[in-house]
């Protein structure tokens, strides 16, 4: 099962540069989220969705877009990259439309390096 | 502000041990509890939940005890073992239908052979 999938793995950027970072998930899951985690910081909400053409805003939009023309697609689009985005980058979904139990399936990873 | 916030960032255990994970938070508005692990260069993986109207919930070697009037919770994993040595974070959720989860900073437990 191939479950939570994000690519590229490892990103390095110009300060300026754009890029998307890809999310896929074959559970039919209706909730998708991203969050970025820093050193000697939990995981931080950018954005998250619940369902195909419905995004919200999370604890650290800025910087960030994203869009949900599919069930199964989630892209991160950070339009003009600033060192202080270097991050680790998480996808993560979930069954329910509308989060229950919190109970979320997270994809291995984009490790991003901004210059 | 950190909602949910998590002490100590080292924990070192004897494998058939008990290891006890503390979380306190400062929302009182949170719906849910749960605990992630996570192994370095994977994403987290959820382990255990508990709904604020509980106060255990058990589940195998895990077990969470919920105080909502010191807004503390923990994680007991008993016995310990060396598989368990991973990064714990606590989360709660929050926001119109639960939508968004808070995390703490995370734990790195050590269980020694």
């Known amino acids: 099962n191939a479950g939570v999938t994000q690519t590229p793995k490892f990103q390095v950027l110009k300060t300026g540069q754009s890029m998307t970072l890809q999310c896929a998930q074959d559970m039919n899951h209706e909730y998708m989220s991203w969050y970025r985690q820093d050193p000697g910081m939990g995981l931080r909400l950018i954005h998250y969705s619940v369902g195909a053409g419905i995004t919200d805003q999370g604890e650290v939009p800025n910087g960030y877009n994203v869009s949900r023309s599919t069930t199964e697609d989630f892209p991160l689009r950070l339009l003009s990259a600033a060192p202080s985005q270097t991050s680790v980058y998480f996808c993560?979904?979930?069954?329910?439309?509308?989060?229950?139990?919190?109970?979320?399936?997270f994809g291995e990873g984009s490790r991003l390096t901004v210059l | 502000d950190q909602q949910v916030k998590q002490n100590s960032p080292s924990l070192s255990v004897q494998e058939g041990r008990i290891s006890i994970l503390n979380c306190d938070y400062t929302n009182s508005m949170f719906d849910y509890f749960l605990w992630y692990k996570k192994y370095p260069a994977e994403g987290p993986t959820f382990l255990i939940s508990i709904s604020s109207i509980k106060d255990k919930n058990e589940d195998g070697r895990f077990t969470v005890f919920l105080n909502k009037s010191a807004k503390h919770l923990s994680l007991h994993i008993v016995p310990s073992q060396p598989g368990d040595s991973a990064v714990y974070f606590c989360a709660a959720s929050y926001g119109a239908g639960n939508n968004r989860l808070a995390f703490g900073k995370g734990n790195q437990v050590v269980v020694i052979p």
């Open positions: 993560a979904s979930s069954r329910d439309g509308l989060l229950n139990t919190g109970e979320l399936f």
